[in-house]
C-alpha cells in the first residue's frame, strides 16, 4: 500500500493532495509551520522542519513512506535539496511536482535578476512607490533601500513592524485577482512590483495587474535545483505512484 510523503505550500500541492484524497491513496501533508492558519487539507498534515537531511532520511523510515512528493514552491531551495538527499539516503522514490517559471508576453516590461540581493542593488536611485509582492522572510533586506515607499503584503500580520521607515502593509493570502491587484496598485501608487518568478496562477495576478497598468516590474530569477525528477501536473504524480505500485515498489 503507497504511503506518501507529500511536501506542501503550494497550489499544485493542495490539488495533488485532493486527488490523492479522492483515490483513498494514504498521505500526509507536511507544512513548514511558517503561518498561522495554513490551508485546511484532505489528508493528514504534520507541521515543523524535520531537523535537516538525517531527520528527513530517518522521518521517511521511521513512517514507511514509500513515495516523496516535494510540492514545494520553487523558492524553497533548501527544502528539495534535502528531499532529494533524503530519498536516496533512505532509499526512497523521489518526484517533484512545480510550474515552469513565469515567462514576459506582449506588453511585460520586466528586468530579471537573479536574487534577492541583485534586487536590493537595482532599488538604488530617487525615491519609488513600489510593490514589494515577496511577502515577509526577505523584507529586511530591502531596508539598504530605505528610500523608497513601500506596498508590503504578508500572509499573517508581523509581531513588530517592518524595518522599512515608509511602508504600507496588506495582510492577505493569495490566491490574488487580476482586478484586485490594478486596485491596488492603483490606490497605492505603484510605479514598481518587485517579485519572485514563482510561476503558478496563485500569484500571477499581480503581473497581469502590471501589464494592465503599463507598469514595470523587477522579476527576481529561481534559485538553481538540484537533478531530479519534475512533472507539472497533479495528475502525473498519480500517474507515476501508479506505475511504482505496477512495479511491486
Ligand atoms: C506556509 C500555506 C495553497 C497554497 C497557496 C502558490 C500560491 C497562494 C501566492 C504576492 C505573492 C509569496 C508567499 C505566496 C503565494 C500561494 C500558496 C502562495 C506569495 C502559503 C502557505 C505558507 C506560505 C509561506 C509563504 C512565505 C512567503 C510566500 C506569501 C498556507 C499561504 C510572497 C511567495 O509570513 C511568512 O513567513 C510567509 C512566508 C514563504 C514568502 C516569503 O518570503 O515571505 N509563502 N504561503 C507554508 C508552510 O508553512 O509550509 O498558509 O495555506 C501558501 C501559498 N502562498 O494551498 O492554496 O502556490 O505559490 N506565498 C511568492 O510567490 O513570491 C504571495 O503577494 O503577490
Ligand atoms: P526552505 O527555505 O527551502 O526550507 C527551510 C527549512 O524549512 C527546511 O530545511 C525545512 O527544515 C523546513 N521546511 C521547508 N518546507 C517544509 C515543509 N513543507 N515541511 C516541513 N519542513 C519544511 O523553505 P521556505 O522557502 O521557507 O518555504 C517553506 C514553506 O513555504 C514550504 O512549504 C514552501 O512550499 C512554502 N512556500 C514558500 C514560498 C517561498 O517564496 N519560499 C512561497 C509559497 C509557499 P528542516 O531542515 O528542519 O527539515
Known amino acids: 500500500m503507497p504511503n506518501i510523503l507529500l511536501l506542501g505550500g503550494t497550489t499544485e500541492g493542495s490539488a495533488l493532495a485532493r486527488l490523492l484524497a479522492?483515490?483513498?491513496?494514504?498521505?500526509?501533508?507536511?507544512?513548514?509551520?511558517?503561518?498561522?492558519?495554513?490551508?485546511a487539507q484532505p489528508v493528514p498534515?504534520?507541521?515543523?522542519?524535520?531537523?535537516?537531511?538525517?531527520?528527513?532520511?530517518?522521518?521517511?523510515?521511521?513512517?514507511?513512506?514509500?513515495h516523496l512528493v516535494d510540492a514545494t514552491?520553487?523558492?524553497?531551495a533548501q527544502m528539495s535539496a534535502h528531499a532529494?538527499?533524503?530519498?536516496?539516503?533512505?532509499?526512497?522514490?523521489h518526484i517533484a511536482?512545480?510550474?515552469?517559471?513565469?515567462?514576459?508576453?506582449?506588453?511585460?516590461?520586466?528586468?530579471?535578476?537573479?536574487?534577492?540581493?541583485?534586487a536590493v542593488a537595482a532599488l538604488a536611485g530617487p525615491v519609488r512607490r513600489i510593490m514589494l509582492a515577496l511577502g515577509r522572510?526577505?523584507?529586511?533586506?530591502?531596508?539598504?533601500?530605505?528610500?523608497?515607499?513601500?506596498l508590503l503584503r504578508f500572509v499573517d500580520a508581523p509581531d513588530r513592524p517592518p524595518a522599512l521607515p515608509r511602508h504600507s502593509l496588506i495582510v492577505d493570502r493569495g490566491p490574488f485577482t487580476r482586478d484586485g491587484d490594478i486596485a491596488l496598485m492603483q490606490a497605492h501608487g505603484v510605479d514598481l512590483v518587485v517579485a519572485k518568478n514563482a510561476g503558478g496562477s496563485g500569484a500571477d495576478a499581480k503581473l497581469v495587474a502590471a501589464r494592465a497598468l503599463g507598469l514595470p516590474v523587477l522579476m527576481i530569477d529561481r534559485p538553481i535545483?538540484?537533478?531530479?525528477?519534475?512533472?507539472?501536473?497533479?495528475?502525473?504524480?498519480i500517474a507515476w505512484i501508479d506505475h511504482a505500485a505496477d512495479r511491486g515498489v
Not at 25 to 34: D, E, N, P, Q, R
Not at 100 to 114: F, H, L, S
Not at 137 to 150: K, N, P, S
Not at 225 to 237: A, F, G, T
Open 22 to 39: 479522492v483515490r483513498g491513496i494514504g498521505t500526509t501533508l507536511s507544512y513548514a509551520g511558517l503561518t498561522a492558519h495554513p490551508r
Open 225 to 237: 535545483l538540484p537533478e531530479r525528477m519534475e512533472v507539472m501536473r497533479p495528475e502525473e504524480v
Open 45 to 66: 498534515v504534520r507541521v515543523g522542519g524535520f531537523g535537516g537531511v538525517a531527520g528527513l532520511a530517518d522521518y521517511l523510515r521511521d513512517n514507511r513512506v514509500t
Open 137 to 150: 522572510m526577505h523584507v529586511g533586506a530591502f531596508a539598504a533601500q530605505a528610500q523608497h515607499h513601500y
Open 97 to 118: 511536482l512545480t510550474r515552469p517559471p513565469w515567462q514576459p508576453v506582449a506588453g511585460d516590461r520586466w528586468t530579471r535578476v537573479p536574487d534577492i540581493d541583485a
Open 84 to 93: 532529494v538527499a533524503a530519498a536516496r539516503l533512505a532509499g526512497v522514490p
Open 73 to 76: 514552491h520553487p523558492f524553497a
